[in-house]
């Protein structure tokens, strides 16, 4: 009965390689986003995602592709890891996209890119 | 830079008890406050909202309050329970949608 599952939550993988985390949320919301903890208390908005309206931050870089099949799911794509993707990357999801709408995080996928 | 700071980390009450968490923020331009609630091993689930242009926001037995000015918000639950046992965290959210937490207050009801 989770609310916004992440898998997988530890992800090690090498430099150069391909890989997706998924996310999955159960509320019936209609945005979902994806954030990067960038120190143990701030995490930096990457993507969200309102339907089919992609809204990317721009200092992301191109190799992050995040890829909604439907409205419950949003997964994100990184191409050629780089020692700097290490991270905890967080999933959320809120009812709607705006201003008075909380957020629901799902517990975050350590990456570590050896 | 925005800080934000939580007081006490940590906090044990006996059921039935009204307690107060505290949260402040350094920089007062923010777009919204929020409240989150963690248990071991989950994420974080959204509590209350205050927009910066709203002074709180009701959810059941949970009070938030908003006072940009002083760069202070409050979160009171009435009546606690050992249900309400979890880690409360607040966020200040600027206008990026951006987020800095604090580092969250562990409450402990006892029954």
């Known amino acids: 009965d989770t609310a916004v599952s992440q898998t997988p939550k530890y992800l090690v993988t090498q430099m150069g390689n391909d890989k997706s985390i998924k996310c999955e949320q159960n509320l019936g919301h209609d945005t979902m986003y994806w954030y990067k903890q960038d120190s143990k208390k701030f995490l930096k908005i990457m993507f969200s995602y309102n339907n089919k309206e992609l809204i990317i931050n721009e200092t992301v870089p191109n190799r992050f592709s995040p890829k909604s099949p439907d409205k419950a799911h949003l997964n994100l794509h990184i191409n050629s890891l780089e020692l700097g993707d290490s991270a905890v990357y967080f999933c959320?999801?809120?009812?709607?996209?705006?201003?008075?709408?909380?957020?629901?995080f799902g517990s975050g996928t350590r990456l570590t890119v050896v | 830079k925005q800080e934000v700071t939580q007081i006490p980390a940590a906090l044990s009450v006996p059921e039935g008890e009204n307690l107060v968490l505290n949260c402040s923020f350094t920089d007062s331009a923010i777009y919204n406050l929020q409240w989150f609630r963690q248990d071991p091993g989950k994420g974080l689930t959204s509590l209350l909202l205050i927009q910066s242009s709203q002074r709180e926001q009701t959810s059941g037995r949970l009070n938030a309050s908003l006072d940009k000015s002083s760069g202070r918000s409050t979160l009171y639950i009435a009546a606690s329970q050992p249900g309400d046992s979890a880690t409360y965290l607040c966020?200040?959210?600027?206008?990026?949608?951006?987020?800095?937490f604090g580092a969250g207050t562990r409450l402990t009801v006892k029954p």
């Open positions: 959320a999801s809120s009812r709607r996209q705006g201003r008075g709408y909380g957020y629901t």
């Open positions: 966020a200040a959210i600027d206008n990026n949608n951006d987020m800095r």
